[in-house]
Nanobody, 121 residues
Framework: QVQLVESGGGLVQPGGSLRLSCVASGFAFSRSAMRWYRQAPGKEREKVAGITSVGVANYYGSVEGRFTISRDNPENTVYLQMNNVLPEDTAVYYC???????????????WGQGTQVTVSS
């Protein structure tokens, strides 16, 4: 059973830092690309960052240069280091993986429960 469990969210002041963690289980983590998404109130969920199985990172939107995605394969964990946070970074942050389902010959997306990040003074 695939599980993604995020943690590390909270209240942080503008300009501060926070590190989110996502512990994965139930699939071949070291062979899977992982992603972080976020969803702010009243907005659609958006991709924030992704990391391939070999550690190549990509960033989307306004987070480039401020956020860093990384992974620890022995610990089955993907991280999102958030630096110089802004009020517009306030959102629920979700961990995501897309896995190929051999029996169904299709891909399936999995999500964690999310962790709230609030940037406010």
């Amino acid at each position: 059973q695939v599980q993604l469990v995020e943690s590390g969210g909270g209240l942080v002041q503008p300009g501060g830092s926070l590190r989110l963690s996502c512990v994965a289980s139930g699939f071949a983590f070291s062979r899977s690309a992982m992603r972080w998404y976020r969803q702010a109130p009243g907005k659609e969920r958006e991709k924030v960052a992704g990391i391939t199985s070999v550690g190549v990172a990509n960033y989307y939107g306004s987070v480039e240069g401020r956020f860093t995605i990384s992974r620890d394969n022995p610990e089955n964990t993907v991280y999102l280091q958030m630096n110089n946070v802004l009020p517009e970074d306030t959102a629920v942050y979700y961990c995501n993986v897309v896995l190929f389902q051999v029996a169904e010959n299709t891909e399936r997306e999995y999500w964690g429960q999310g962790t709230q990040v609030t940037v406010s003074s």
